[in-house]
């Protein structure tokens, strides 16, 4: 499979199908409010970069970088596991990391095994600090109170007053979070439903149908989508093993099934309506 989709000069493994083998890598970020300490573990399978990882002709990168803050750092390793540290206030909500495999000297006749008939042109000679494998792009969230396993959808969806004085509600995807606004007319009445069973008579009707688009834009969007929103949820979704193909089922999962809890609620509504009439 593919890490990525770029135009090399050149064969470089992992992108497109130029080279057989694999090359990818995993993120495991620790965050903290003075140090954000990320852990890269890369797997590799090509005996040829392999052979040049160990005779020291070539070394493991990592490019990280934060669109909000403008920082970037640039770090090599010869070891396929490695830690980066970074100064916490460097970073804040997306954070962006690109692994590769890059060239410590100049190589001559560089002949990679298992390069697609297409584009091999025989040996080639590298230069210090080309790339010869392309992991591709990870990114994780910089937000000490955000955990994929444990957040509830509330940390990026909110609900507020709209500015209009009654009609629809609407919906603004475009921030960091996603606003659902709430007509002032009906403001009131939202909240005396919110307090309901936690909510129960809220998520079904108005969070639900919301999250529900949030998921389905994910599948529209690329992977560069860069509101934190978008991240996050994405974040939640594959960190509970749930299908973003399926947004209904999913938003439905994520919610704690807010129409199951939804039924039950307006049950016990009725059923103490009927007990009053009697």
Not at 40 to 50: A, G, I, M, Q
Not at 154 to 165: A, L, Q, T, W
Not at 168 to 185: L, M, T, W
Request: hydrophobic share 40%; with cysteine.
């Amino acid at each position: 499979m593919a890490n990525s989709n770029k135009t090399y000069p050149y064969p470089v493994l992992g992108n497109n199908d130029d080279v057989e083998g694999l090359f990818e890598y995993t993120v495991s970020p620790e965050i903290d409010q003075d140090e954000v300490v990320i852990v890269v573990d890369f797997s590799l399978r090509h005996p040829t970069l392999k052979q040049l990882l160990e005779d020291g002709a070539t070394v493991f990168c990592v490019n990280v970088s934060c669109k909000k803050t403008l920082y970037k750092q640039s770090s090599q390793s010869s070891d396929g596991k490695f830690t980066i540290k970074v100064k916490a206030y460097h970073l804040r909500d997306r954070v962006d990391l690109v692994g590769y495999i890059v060239a410590a000297k100049d190589i001559d006749a560089y002949d990679p095994g298992g390069v697609h008939m297409d584009i091999d042109f025989g040996p080639l000679d590298i230069e210090n600090g080309d790339i010869l494998a392309d992991g591709g792009k990870s990114w994780f969230i910089v937000d000490k109170y955000f955990d994929p396993l444990k957040s509830p959808v509330s940390s990026f969806i909110k609900i507020i007053v709209s500015g209009n004085d009654d009609g629809a509600y609407s919906v603004d995807f475009d921030g960091g979070v996603i606003k659902i606004r709430v007509p002032k007319a009906q403001y009131e009445d939202f909240g005396y439903a919110n307090k309901h069973k936690d909510g129960a008579l809220v998520h079904a009707p108005i969070v639900l149908p919301v999250l529900i688009e949030a998921i389905m834009r994910l599948n529209f969007e690329s992977d560069d989508f860069e509101q934190s929103w978008a991240v996050k949820l994405r974040m939640m979704i594959e960190s509970k093993n749930l299908d973003i193909e399926l947004p209904f089922v999913t938003a439905q999962e994520l919610l704690g099934l807010p129409i199951k809890r939804d039924m039950s609620a307006i049950k016990t509504l009725i059923s103490r309506g009927d007990d009053n009439n009697e």
